[in-house]
């Protein structure tokens, strides 16, 4: 099964792949930048979507390049060059977060100070918005302290209100799993998985009366935001978020699968054709944070990785949504509240799971007992269309 689609441009004429191909082997830096150069004010018509993918690829290869010409120019190109209306929005946005990301893996930080020797007097120019995510990769490897031109400028980010600037400049301790690989820990698929990672949380009576008994409070917003990450991952499967009320407080013993079970979820609708019982496991704030990191820096099956700077903040929005935080409390004032909550990871072998690439769903209660969250997303690689 593959995971890319064929797109606009792909049969190109053969002169745009040779240019193409020639400009990635020759490697001389001022050559690449010159070709980039040529292509993004060439106004080439038809074959504008094959330009700016050739163009990208450009400015991706020189920001892996090791040397301070390369950091300007993968700057430039992503930052001013690059012609609007060639790619999607989207497109665009991860273009410019992939780069900064190599930038800041592949390159010494005294050849990226250099981009940061002028404050931005406004947030909407693709260049501020690059210099963002670089403050923002930067942060995640913890680089970068110390240095008054990235100081100055993160502080002027945060004055002018970009929204990276309301993360902190160093990675949280509850952030300690962000980016962070490990053989053996990947995407849960089963029962046993499950349980063998996280103590589970049993049935109750009183938790299956508890969930027959809660009320539908919806919250469009919010929703949205708790999703933010598997939509900007491209998740294959639109994510669900729901929200409930109890009449009264709910005992953290019946905060299991029979409570979840009696939810009017769309996840837990149909029988499935996989055989298994559904399961709920206690776990914990931060490796929900992470799961939501996850979603949208791998990206899903189509490939949508978003950098560690943006999926860091998509991250903290989701966490905040789950837990009904306003988003002026501070993220460590945040982090003292989650340990008040609830968290449980849950799977169902239902119609809307899949058991296939990635699965997560989680339920989170509040300190009063009274309110809880419930988020859940699938990704797979069968066809988009077979999805409900």
Not at 327 to 341: K, Q, Y
Request: hydrophobic letters at 40%; charged letters at 25%.
């Amino acid at each position: 099964m593959s995971h890319n689609q064929e797109t606009p441009g792909d049969s190109c004429p053969d002169r745009h792949r040779r240019e193409e191909s020639q400009y990635q082997a020759e490697l001389a830096p001022e050559a690449m930048y010159e070709a980039a150069v040529r292509l993004c004010t060439a106004g080439d018509g038809s074959h504008g979507a094959s330009a700016a993918r050739t163009v990208a690829r450009i400015a991706e290869t020189l920001a892996d390049t090791r040397s301070r010409d390369c950091v300007m120019f993968a700057a430039d190109i992503v930052g001013r060059l690059l012609p609007g209306g060639v790619m999607s929005h989207g497109e665009g946005d991860r273009l410019l977060r992939s780069v900064a990301a190599k930038l800041v893996k592949a390159q010494h930080l005294r050849d990226i100070e250099p981009l940061f020797r002028e404050l931005p007097d406004g947030i909407s120019a693709p260049a501020v918005d690059l210099r963002a995510c670089l403050l923002g990769e930067l942060a995640l490897i913890g680089s970068g302290g110390g240095r008054r031109s990235l100081e100055m400028y993160a502080e002027k980010l945060r004055e002018l209100g970009h929204p990276l600037a309301r993360l902190p400049g160093t990675r949280l301790d509850i952030e300690h799993r962000f980016t962070v690989r490990v053989r053996g820990l990947g995407p849960i698929k089963t029962a046993k998985q499950l349980r063998s990672r996280f103590p589970e949380a049993p049935s109750t009576d009183g938790g299956a009366v508890a969930g027959r008994g809660a009320r539908d409070a919806r919250d469009d917003v919010r929703a949205n935001t708790a999703v933010r990450p598997f939509r900007a991952g491209g998740w294959a499967r639109e994510p669900e978020a729901r929200f409930f009320t109890l009449s009264s407080p709910l005992s953290p013993d019946d905060f299991g699968i029979s409570f979840i079970e009696e939810l009017p979820l769309r996840c837990l609708a149909g029988e499935g054709s996989r055989r298994g019982s559904a399961l709920a496991c206690a776990t914990t704030p931060d490796d929900v944070l992470n799961e939501l990191f996850s979603t949208s820096y791998v990206g899903g099956v189509n490939g949508q990785g978003q950098g560690g700077a943006y999926a860091r903040l998509y991250a903290w929005e989701s966490f905040y949504a789950l837990m009904g935080l306003p988003t002026g409390v501070p993220l460590l004032e945040a982090v003292r509240r989650a340990a008040d909550h609830r968290w449980l990871r849950f799977m169902a072998f239902t119609d809307w799971f899949h058991h296939d690439t990635s699965d997560l769903a989680f339920a989170v209660l509040d300190p009063t007992r009274t309110r809880v969250a419930v988020l859940a997303a699938t990704d797979t690689d069968i066809h988009r269309g077979a999805l409900g």
